[in-house]
């Protein structure tokens, strides 16, 4: 799953707890215009989850799936 932190209907925070509640251990990555800890993002905060910081490449995302998906 991929979800931006800040949307206008929904945190990214309660759209990744709305899907964890039927899927335990999706792989999430969470894109956020701030820095993981400013956002209270820092590691290990959230399982099975990477944080991309705008502006990031295809290949940010492209590593960041694959290391979630044990493809690295």
Known sequence: MVTDLTMPQITGM???????EVAPLVPVV???GYSPELAGLGEGR?????VLT???SGEDL????ARLLGDD
């Open 14 to 20: 309660d759209h990744i707890a709305a899907i964890r």
């Open 30 to 32: 969470i894109i956020s």
């Open 46 to 50: 959230l399982p099975r989850a990477a």
């Open 54 to 56: 705008k502006p990031f």
């Open 62 to 65: 492209g590593r960041a799936l």
